[in-house]
C-alpha cells in the first residue's frame, strides 16, 4: 500500500513499511507535519505511535496605540531592558545554552545535553552580526544586574510552504525568548515579548511567527496568551522498536 493510498483506520501497514525503511537506512527518528486544525491526522498519527513535538504558530503584529506603548515602556523598564551589544556576548552565549540544556532535559525537542559553550557562542556571533536580527536583554532588577533573560527576533523572508499558510513574503520570527530559572514568574518574558513586537512594528512587519515545544508546560498558554495561534504542528517517533516499548 502507498502512503497516498492510506485511508484514516487503516490498520498502520505504511507507517511500520515507512519505519522499517527509515531503519535499514539508518535514520533514526520519523517526522511527519501536519496542519495544526486537522484533528483527523492527529488522531491518526498518534495512534501510529507519533507524539506532537514542535508547533509552528503565528499572529498579527498590532500597532499599539499611545497608552498600550506606555505600559510597555514600563515594564520594559522595570525588567531592565535594553538592546544587547557585543559586550555581552558571554551573558547571551549563558542564556542560550541554558535554555538549550533546559529543553533538552525536559522536552521531546529532541536536542542533546552535551552541547559546547563554544557552539553557543557562535550563534550569539552570528545573530549580533545580523542586521535583520535584534537582540534584547532584560537584567536582574536586583541591584547586581545580573542578565535575567533575552529575546531574538528577526525580519525574514517567507519560505513557499510559509507562504502557503499565509504567511506574508516579509515576516518577523521569533527565534529565542529566554528567562533564567532564577528570574522566573517576575513577567520578564512578558515583558521581553512586548519588546520584541515593538521592534516589529517598528519594522513595518505585519505578521510574526515562531517555534514552540508541544509538551513544555509553560509554552503554550504563554504564546496563546499573547496571540499566537497554531498552524502546523511536527509530529516524530523512533525508528527503533526498543524505544517504543
Known amino acids: 500500500m502507498a502512503l497516498g493510498?492510506?485511508?484514516?483506520?487503516?490498520?498502520?501497514?505504511?507507517?511500520a513499511a515507512l519505519v522499517a525503511a527509515a531503519r535499514a537506512e539508518g535514520i533514526g527518528r520519523l517526522n511527519v507535519e501536519a496542519a495544526a486544525s486537522d484533528d483527523l491526522a492527529a488522531a491518526e498519527l498518534m495512534a501510529n505511535g507519533l507524539r506532537p513535538g514542535a508547533i509552528?504558530?503565528?499572529?498579527?503584529v498590532a500597532v499599539p496605540d499611545a497608552a498600550a506603548r506606555r505600559v510597555d515602556a514600563r515594564r520594559r523598564d522595570a525588567a531592565g531592558i535594553r538592546p544587547a551589544t557585543a559586550g555581552d556576548r558571554a551573558a547571551l552565549s549563558a542564556l542560550a545554552r541554558e535554555e538549550a540544556l533546559f529543553q533538552a532535559a525536559n522536552t521531546t525537542a529532541g536536542t542533546s545535553l552535551h552541547q559546547p559553550p563554544a557552539l553557543f557562542d557562535g550563534i550569539v556571533d552570528g545573530?549580533?552580526?545580523d542586521p535583520g536580527t535584534a537582540v534584547f536583554m532584560a537584567e536582574a532588577a536586583d541591584g547586581r544586574g545580573g542578565p535575567a533573560g533575552m529575546v531574538v527576533v528577526q525580519d525574514v523572508a517567507a519560505s513557499a510552504a510559509e507562504r502557503a499558510l499565509g504567511l506574508p513574503e516579509r515576516h518577523g520570527y521569533l527565534s529565542v525568548l529566554s528567562v533564567t530559572a532564577s528570574a522566573r514568574g517576575r513577567g520578564i518574558g512578558g515583558a521581553l515579548a512586548d519588546r520584541a513586537m515593538e521592534w516589529l512594528?517598528?519594522?513595518?512587519?505585519?505578521?510574526?511567527?515562531?517555534?514552540?515545544?508541544a509538551d513544555n508546560p509553560a509554552s503554550a498558554p504563554f504564546w496563546a496568551g499573547r496571540g499566537f495561534a497554531p498552524l502546523v504542528v511536527s509530529y516524530s517517533r523512533s525508528c527503533s522498536d526498543r524505544d517504543q516499548e
Request: hydrophobic content about 50%; charged content about 20%.
Open 127 to 129: 545573530w549580533l552580526l
Open 5 to 15: 493510498d492510506w485511508r484514516p483506520g487503516a490498520d498502520g501497514q505504511p507507517f
Open 56 to 60: 509552528f504558530a503565528a499572529r498579527d
Open 201 to 213: 512594528s517598528a519594522a513595518g512587519l505585519s505578521r510574526v511567527a515562531l517555534h514552540y515545544i
